[in-house]
């Protein structure tokens, strides 16, 4: 894949001990999650998940293959004083072989920008594949 460089801008302002985005669309609570909005750890999470699924089916359709469904499932473990300790990808494939995943989830983490960012931190991911 081309190596592309961006540059990503986020705001955010206090209102009633929440964060919230400068379109007001996202709302981000306290680390414990009151049930109604996500916390900054849980968007850490659906970054890398949501990052994992769109790289998984962009590598897909260049090398010319589809799943009939990606499911990308993102477990994360953090330690205060230290952050993310660990990170579990499942990658549900339903409609392609084993080694084609595979060789899909090896392209994914050399180019996934959010993958590689948490790689960088010596947190340790691990990828799970499950095919179907």
Do not use: W
Not at 49 to 55: D, H, K, Q
């Amino acid at each position: 894949m081309q190596a592309m460089e961006f540059k990503v801008r986020s705001k955010t302002t206090l209102k009633d001990g929440s964060a919230v985005s400068d379109d007001g669309k996202l709302i981000v609570s306290e680390m414990v999650n009151d049930g109604t909005h996500d916390t900054p750890l849980k968007l850490l999470s659906l970054s890398l998940a949501s990052c994992e699924t769109i790289m998984f089916n962009m590598i897909a359709e260049k090398i010319g293959v589809k799943p009939k469904k990606l499911e990308v499932d993102v477990e994360m473990e953090f330690q205060v004083g230290y952050g993310l300790r660990r990170a579990i990808v499942t990658y549900k494939v339903d409609g392609l072989d084993e080694t084609t995943a595979n060789r899909i989830v090896e392209m994914v983490k050399r180019n996934c920008p959010v993958y590689r960012t948490l790689a960088r931190t010596g947190a340790i991911i691990e990828d799970k594949i499950v095919t179907t």
